[in-house]
């Protein structure tokens, strides 16, 4: 049987992969197609936002596929084939969206590098998700970032209506510093679906490409997506490399914290702003995404997921319908230096219903909680 097409969607905290993601499921050109995310932390919300949307999809266990579940990963893939082939339903594409701090070369070097998987899957594109707004810096501050960049074919710049033309002709060139090769698309407000439909040809018969990109990343580290490419049918060529940047992954993670909550109290909107002011007196930038599944009291709309990127709140997305059986709202924090127990304190801001109230720490915010609450 032929293998199936498959499509790795990686991109940094916040880009907007679960938003490009779902504006394909969207489509009619999703039909077939299943979906296999990531996420960091105790609590789920992404396969939450998608469940509407996906015939097929699979959340696998916290962590990074990078760092803890390649092995998972090629289970995964395994199963959801054979699965399908014996209950007779057409699967004609697999899409796997990583976890935001996810480093690609390890993935690869388990879709290209492993015989099982090779003959099951067929790696046709690598896309990533690069935000206009903070897509420079974020490439400058973090390696993981700026390795995304480097391991795609196609760039897909995200919330281009937030940037202004010198803002996004920055982030156009960034990309080409790192990797010269990629085709550079913008997109607004999931637009751009597209993206994820078949290319001319797969990672692995790239090897101009994957030449070209191993000379233009610092250290040369793309030098074993280069060797993993050449040598894709043996199943362990090239593992002694991608052990040693699975240990670089891991190395670059642990500065990185994820914290996550449930949240039972009433939630309000102005409760919503204050909480976010705080968040961002506190961390600045340090806060490299914040997600967040809301049952908000008293609202026109009730069901919302919000999100926030470093000192940037985006609107939020309302949902028909609470998308799963806890009733409990969540969120999850993703940044450098969080401290548990100061955000489990801030969460006290989201019962405030008074628009207008901006404390900034947790004394201040004692100082404006209604009693007894």
């Known amino acids: ?54 015939e097929n999809l699979l959340l696998l266990e916290s962590g990074c596929l990078c760092c803890t579940l390649t092995g998972t990963l090629r289970e995964t893939l395994l199963d959801l084939i054979a699965n399908s082939r014996r209950n007779g339903y057409a699967l004609t594409r697999i899409v796997i969206e990583t976890t935001g701090l996810a480093e690609p070369l390890p993935i690869l070097h388990s879709l290209l590098g492993d015989k099982a998987l090779t003959d099951a899957v067929h790696l046709s594109q690598v896309v990533v998700t690069v935000d206009a707004v903070n897509g420079v810096e974020q490439m400058q501050r973090h390696p993981e970032c700026a390795r995304q960049v480097a391991a795609a074919e196609l760039a897909v710049i995200t919330k281009s209506d937030l940037a202004g033309p010198e803002q996004r002709a920055c982030v156009h060139d960034a990309i080409r510093q790192i990797n010269p090769l990629a085709e550079c698309v913008e997109a607004v407000a999931g637009q751009g679906a597209e993206a994820l439909l078949p290319r001319d040809a797969s990672v692995g018969r790239q090897q101009a490409r994957a030449d070209a990109l191993a ?60 909480w976010w002011h ?11 995404r914040c997600k967040g599944l809301l049952r908000v009291a008293d609202a026109s709309h009730p069901y919302a997921f919000i999100q926030g990127v470093g000192e940037f709140f985006h609107p939020p997305q309302y949902l028909s319908d609470w998308p799963d059986a806890d009733p409990r709202s969540r969120v999850i924090c993703i940044g450098v230096g969080l401290e548990r127990a100061w955000l489990q304190s801030s969460l006290r801001a989201l019962r405030l219903d008074e628009p207008g109230l901006r404390p900034s720490t947790l004394d201040e915010l004692d100082s404006v909680l209604p009693e007894n609450n």
Not at 20 to 46: C, H, K, M, W, Y
Not at 219 to 246: I, M, N, P, S, V
Not at 278 to 288: I, P
């Open 215 to 274: 000379g233009h990343v610092a250290g040369g580290q793309l030098a074993a997506f280069r060797k993993l490419a050449k040598q894709a049918d043996a199943a362990r060529d090239g593992a002694e490399d991608g052990d040693a940047y699975l240990g670089q992954a891991k190395a670059y993670h642990q500065r990185i914290r994820t914290e996550s909550f449930y949240i039972d109290g009433p939630i309000h909107w102005p409760g919503v702003a204050a």
């Open 278 to 288: 705080m968040l961002v007196c506190r961390y600045g930038k340090d806060l490299l």
């Open 1 to 54: 049987m032929s293998a199936i097409e498959c499509v790795l969607l990686t991109g940094f905290l916040g880009s907007g992969k679960t938003t490009l993601l779902n504006a394909f499921l969207r489509s009619p050109q999703a039909r077939g197609t299943a979906v296999v995310i990531n996420e960091v932390g105790d609590i789920g919300i992404d396969q939450l936002v998608l469940a509407e949307v996906a």
